[in-house]
């Protein structure tokens, strides 16, 4: 094979008017070669010589499944498997593919195109934490950012429970006024229950989609850049120095993210060009209505009525009015406002606030009565009945069912006795 610069030299020579035995002289080549090279207008190029067949070829359809499904396995373990299917060669073979196709694999699970939706379409919600030192408890923030403008809410929460988690989804959706199609999510085990492929959720968040008329969409797991908007949503408050600063209580921790939202808002984004505060006034017309009966995210849970007029929760004690001892009632915890609501049935018989476990809340309305003697609410009860209108009775005739009895004289029953008078 010869460089293009010899057959430029080959070719220049032949224009001058060497002949081709001076022109081989010159360059070292054979007349052969020379000849050609003048015969041909441009310069020859050698291709790709075809891929020798290898013992290996055969197995690379199943070593390709193999690997796509278990990224993890090693070439070993694939080296036994294709050995049992009929594989002669070397070990070294197997591994020598399963080296670069690994690495593909690992670049095409990393690999991303970037997308924009639509107005309206998609918000991401994620949480960040736990942070000590905000709270005496941590804290955990709750952020809820709508993909088109980068609009965000952000609450904090001091749980990442079933009950906490959906407050903060209906807090934030009221924060924002407007619902949008599409919520992607994490994958917690309070909201998801299998991931996918096999997709299964909670049914407490169904039951919120189902009410807000919106479609969950769990990211992939190891997928982060999913909600890659979300994901970077978070760098503002820990370059801020926001998480620094202790606070007097939820309230006030509350106030200062609302406050920390609004700035970030104000902000151009480089990304879109604008201020997230400027696309959300463009973007909240197209956001659907919220339902005018909001969520209730209090999760019920049954107890049963102590002989004390007390129900347990949380190993802690409340009190119930004592006309409802040895009924179940449904208990209720607003996560917010740390208040427990008691109902039977439908109606509401207690409210407390939220204890420390070993503690108690006993009104006094609901066992004042108890406390007093028992002859003198004896005599309550007497003096109740006393004043009470004194009802006429009721008479009613009850017919006697009619039937024919036989006139017999006295001798025949004497003498059925036995006997005579």
Known sequence: MYHQEVWMDVKQ??????????????????RATVRRILTHPVPKRYGPRPPRPRKLDPHVEYLTVALGSRPWVRA????????????????????????????????RRRACVRFETAPGVEAQADWAGPFR???????????????????????????????????????ALERLGGVPQRVVVDNPKTLVVRPRPRLQLAEAFLDLCRHYGWEPSPAWPYHPERKGK?????????????????????????????????KRGERLHTTIGKSPVERFREELPQLRELPPVAFDPRLPET????????????????????????????????????????????????S???????????????????RRPRM????GRAAAARTAPAQPPVLSVVPWPFAEVPCRPIEEYAAALGGGR
């Open 13 to 30: 020579l032949h224009q001058q008017g060497a002949s081709i035995r001076e022109i081989a002289r010159r360059t070292g080549l054979s």
């Open 76 to 107: 070993s373990i694939l080296y036994e498997e294709i050995r049992a299917r009929g594989y002669v060669g070397h070990y070294e073979a197997v591994k020598c593919w399963v080296r670069p196709a690994r690495r593909e694999l690992a670049a």
């Open 303 to 350: 107890r049963r009525v102590l002989s004390d007029c007390t129900v347990s929760f949380r190993a802690a004690a409340y009190s119930v009015p004592w006309r409802l001892v040895g009924r179940r009632v449904t208990v209720k915890v607003d996560p917010w406002t740390e208040t427990v609501a008691i109902y039977a049935g439908a109606e509401p018989v207690a």
């Open 352 to 370: 407390h606030p939220l204890l420390p476990k070993g503690q108690r809340s006993v009104a006094e309305e609901h066992v004042a009565e108890l």
């Open 376 to 379: 003198e609410r004896l005599r």
């Open 133 to 171: 030192g905000l709270l005496a408890a941590p804290v955990w923030i709750f952020r809820l950012q709508l993909a088109w403008s980068r609009w965000c809410v952000s609450l904090p929460v001091l749980g990442l429970d079933l009950g906490w988690t959906l407050a903060a989804f209906v807090r």
């Open 230 to 262: 979300i994901e970077r949503s978070f760098l503002d408050l820990e370059r801020s120095g926001f998480l620094e600063q202790p606070y007097r209580d939820l309230a006030a921790l509350t106030a200062a993210l609302a406050e920390h939202d609004q």
